[in-house]
């Protein structure tokens, strides 16, 4: 399968400061990346979904300007945490899909904590 | 997209077959069928997906009823790193837009 990369695989900042957040699609051009956080035992919620060149589309209840996302190329697109606070803290993951993969599949990066203090 | 309805928690001693079921008797017929496992604090993974053919691969069996209700994935020969929650989800594969809908999904324990 098409491989996924995230960067941080975890994080620790302090409140108030911003964190970025890296995905990659290292064998295959992600036209379309899916931005996901996680709390502990729940399942995964969907943020944004990010088109290459184009602004992201948040889900209702995401505040957009203070998770920024930024796609402006087919491997890589990133994830901001502006003014990131205690309740920030979670498991965040990206997926990625683009016209090469068979019926539009979706896969996965391996997740990047975030633990803010 | 339909929705799914998976059983909460499932056992599975290691070495025998698991098998997940899963609801979806609002599926419509251009969506199909998908199945990801999540092993804990890692990203989802892929499994297998199907319209209304059973389908097989190196890591599962997929079987789908004549009336498309309801699935069944199937682990041949369940593993303890085949601890996992796993998802079944419904969508109409077109188009790089279509998000997916996640559930709370199945937590599978495979025993010693």
């Known amino acids: 399968g098409a491989v996924v990369s995230q960067h941080p695989s975890w994080v620790i900042c302090k409140s108030g400061t911003s964190v970025k957040i890296e995905c990659r699609s290292l064998?295959?051009?992600?036209?379309?990346m899916f931005w996901y956080r996680q709390f502990p035992k729940q399942s995964l919620m969907l943020m944004a979904t990010s088109n290459e060149g184009s602004k992201a589309t948040y889900e209702q209840g995401v505040e957009k300007d203070k998770f920024l996302i930024n796609h402006a190329s087919l491997t890589l697109s990133t994830l901001t945490v502006t003014s990131a606070h205690p309740e920030d803290s979670s498991f965040y993951i990206c997926?990625?899909?683009?016209?090469?993969?068979?019926?539009?599949?979706?896969?996965f990066g391996p997740g990047t904590r975030l633990t803010v203090l | 997209d339909a929705k799914t309805t998976q059983p909460p928690s499932m056992d599975c001693a290691e070495g025998r077959a698991a098998n997940l079921p899963c609801n979806h008797s609002?599926?419509?017929?251009?969506?199909?069928v998908y199945w990801y496992r999540q092993i804990h604090s890692q990203g989802p993974q892929y499994i297998i997906h199907?319209?209304?053919?059973?389908e097989t691969n190196e890591m599962a069996s997929l079987i789908i009823t004549e009336d498309r209700k309801s699935s069944t994935l199937i682990l041949p020969h369940a593993t303890l790193r085949d601890t996992a929650v796993y998802y079944c989800i419904v969508r109409v594969p077109s188009g790089n837009n279509r998000k997916l809908i996640w559930g709370l999904g199945t937590s599978l324990a495979v025993n010693p």
């Open positions: 199907g319209l209304k053919n059973n």
């Open positions: 997926s990625a899909s683009g016209p090469g993969l068979v019926l539009y599949e979706q896969f």
């Open positions: 609002t599926i419509s017929g251009n969506e199909y």
């Open positions: 064998d295959f051009q992600a036209t379309t």
